[in-house]
């Protein structure tokens, strides 16, 4: 049992630490537009998990075709799923290419406590009154930084929401994650080749005249893939309050790079707001633990 858990935490928190390091990896492609990143991340994401849902798991994928065969609906949630995730990496490939990485580290903070409001409305789960006083101390962490700031926390509030209600479609997805998610990128890869040969085909010249930024695009695919598949292991291995705890270790990744490496103002405002956050996830983990 120990050396399973330890496999387990190794891939779970490998996968974090992918995610929080990515906007370094983004930072890479700043010379290229991001909608044109976006498509290629779609593009490259789609041929990589084509190999990981086909080539790893071949047979558990043709049991999931003909379930989605048999049933429409999962369908719908599929391209729900799809667009849900491309508007999510569209916007946090803009925010790391517009200097505004600390807003996504605060909009993955704020993720896990919007995860139990949509819990509540969509799937009738009931709240203790910590867990009600943890997502009270979250929105006036988000309305005092609006307060300050004179605008809504627009980037982090996107991501946050982006994130959850894919959480809630992939929830009533019942195929293997590897299923889902290479049929989401293969949905919206005609759409990112349509961009790339119609609107921004000077992306496509890289692989004949700049062999650093077609590398990148094919890695892009990669550091999609690969923290889905540690991530699918480790969720297997963990049990859920670790995976939940070590969801943490992205943002905060995120939030010391955005000081660090990529020089964002973290000021008194952004600190109390952010101090709102953390004791909220302080107080709605330590209630999970007293159950």
């Known amino acids: ?31 290229i537009a991001p909608m044109s990143v976006l498509a290629h991340r779609i593009i490259w994401s789609a041929v990589f998990m084509s190999f990981v849902a086909i080539g790893m798991n071949y047979t558990q994928f043709k ?76 929105t006036l962490g988000i309305l005092f930084l609006t307060f300050q700031l004179g605008t809504i926390p627009d980037i982090a509030l996107e ?25 989401e990128a293969w949905l919206i890869t005609p759409f990112a080749l349509a961009y790339t040969l119609y609107i921004d085909p000077s992306s496509w010249a890289s692989f004949q005249y700049d062999t650093y930024t077609a590398l990148l695009f094919m890695i892009s695919g990669l550091t999609t893939s690969a923290p889905l598949v540690l991530f699918s292991y480790g969720a ?28 964002e103002s973290f000021d008194t405002n952004k600190l109390i707001a952010f101090s709102f956050i953390w004791a909220a996830l302080a107080m709605y983990t330590t209630s999970n633990r007293t159950k």
Request: charge should be positive.
């Open 1 to 31: 049992m120990e050396q399973v858990n330890k496999k387990g935490l190794i891939t779970g928190l490998s996968c974090y630490i992918i995610w929080g390091l990515l906007p370094l990896f983004w930072a890479l492609l700043h010379h």
């Open 63 to 138: 049991i999931d075709c003909h379930h989605l065969r048999a049933n429409i609906s999962q369908i719908v949630l599929l391209v729900l799923a799809a667009i849900l995730i491309a508007f999510n990496w569209g916007i946090y490939i803009w925010a790391v290419a517009n200097n505004r990485v600390m807003d996504t580290s605060f909009g993955y903070y704020i993720n896990p406590l919007l995860n139990v409001v949509l819990g509540v409305f969509i799937f009738k789960e009931r709240l203790s009154t910590i867990q009600w006083c943890s997502v009270g101390l979250a």
């Open 236 to 263: 297997r291995l963990l049990p859920l309050n670790l995976l939940g705890f070590l969801q943490y270790v992205s943002p905060t990744i995120a939030l010391m790079l955005a000081i660090f490496y990529f020089g």
């Open 159 to 183: 991501l946050a929401f982006t994130f959850g209600l894919y959480g809630v479609v992939k929830k009533k997805l019942v195929i293997h994650p590897f299923t889902s998610i290479a049929f």
